[in-house]
Nanobody, 130 residues
Framework: QVQLVESGGGSVYIGGSLRLSCAGLQRSLETYAIGWFRRSPGKAREAVACLSVGDEITYSRESVKGRFAVSRDSGENTVYLQMNGLKLEDTADYYC???????????????????????WGQGTQVTVSS
């Protein structure tokens, strides 16, 4: 199984930017669907942005559209979450997750379901303050 290592979290002011990285170890991420999820105190875990294998399907939750972008760099074996225009409500622990999908069977409806994913990173904290 691939191992995932997140980095790039930190503290920023409202309107600031961060780029989270999810590096894959021991296996290529090319045949994995990747999701970014977040959890903040008192709230359920939610999908933020997800990529299918081959980047054919992309999901972004409504509240981050136009501000966040997920991308895959196969050369670096890393998936990024670029976050711009950060808001207070973006404060959370962010996790990347992966599920092998060599036959490209994952569809939009399941791509954002956290129960689909088999491998999770350790998480990175994002704090947005005023």
């Amino acid at each position: 199984q691939v191992q995932l290592v997140e980095s790039g979290g930190g503290s920023v002011y409202i309107g600031g930017s961060l780029r989270l990285s999810c590096a894959g170890l021991q296996r290529s991420l090319e045949t994995y669907a990747i999701g970014w999820f977040r959890r903040s105190p008192g709230k359920a875990r939610e999908a933020v942005a997800c990529l299918s294998v081959g980047d054919e399907i992309t999901y972004s939750r409504e509240s981050v559209k136009g501000r966040f972008a997920v991308s895959r760099d196969s050369g670096e074996n890393t998936v990024y979450l670029q976050m711009n225009g950060l808001k207070l409500e973006d404060t959370a622990d962010y996790y990347c997750a992966a599920v092998p999908d060599p036959w490209r069977r994952v569809v939009m409806e399941t791509l954002r379901d956290p129960d689909l994913y088999q491998v999770w990173g350790q998480g990175t904290q994002v704090t947005v303050s005023s």
